[in-house]
């Protein structure tokens, strides 16, 4: 259980991650469920269950998930025939999508950066001040730390709020740059280089520059 200032701080995550997933391009689900890559590798919804944060978030939405031999199971328990079964306090490098599936799926730029941006947002959700890493605290550390938590997750969600320019429609072009050079800017792990391509690619007067000249 968890003490009320952190109940709060909890709930508001878990309305973070609805949100991330609510925006995030659809078919992705279904991209991460065809593909054969490492990143719902086995084991990886272990973190979940081991950390006290994200254990106790998914449990208020979930109640207890996890099987009782998850220790022994070879493949991630928390993926099933139709994507992860966690819609709340899913295991933070499940919450990166950076590669070119997801992309593919973006209708245009704005969406692709927002898409990068969602990538990157969660993780960096967990990252409190004085380089404290939520998910390494203890049940016993948490409320000495309820003040950041409250605050880091408040503060993903007015970068998320600013996010939404990107695809808003009634948003113009130089509302949507300006949109991205300051997401850039707080969030530097967005221009993976899959996005840097696809800035190139998509930008008007950038394409020839996306790969050096032949022999260059």
Known sequence: MLPPPLERAADRYIELEREVDRLMPPGCAAACVECAGPCCRAGMANQTIRCWWLREVSVRVHGRWWPEDWRQRAGCVALTPTGCLLSAGRPVNCRT???????AG???????????????LLPQTMLLAGNV????????DGPAHAAAIAERIEWAHRLLGRAKTLTDPTA???????TTIGLICILPGILSDSVRGRLLRDLPGWAEYAAPPAGG
Do not use: G, H, M, N
């Not at 999508?97 to 992309?103: G, S, V």
């Not at 973006?106 to 990157?120: H, N, T």
């Not at 890493?133 to 016993?140: M, R």
């Not at 113009?172 to 300006?178: A, I, T």
């Open 97 to 103: 999508w950076y590669c070119d599936a997801y992309l």
């Open 106 to 120: 973006c209708k245009d730029l704005w969406q692709a950066v927002l898409c990068a941006f969602l990538s990157e």
């Open 133 to 140: 890493y939520l998910p390494d605290l203890t049940e016993d």
């Open 172 to 178: 113009d072009e130089p509302e949507r740059l300006r």
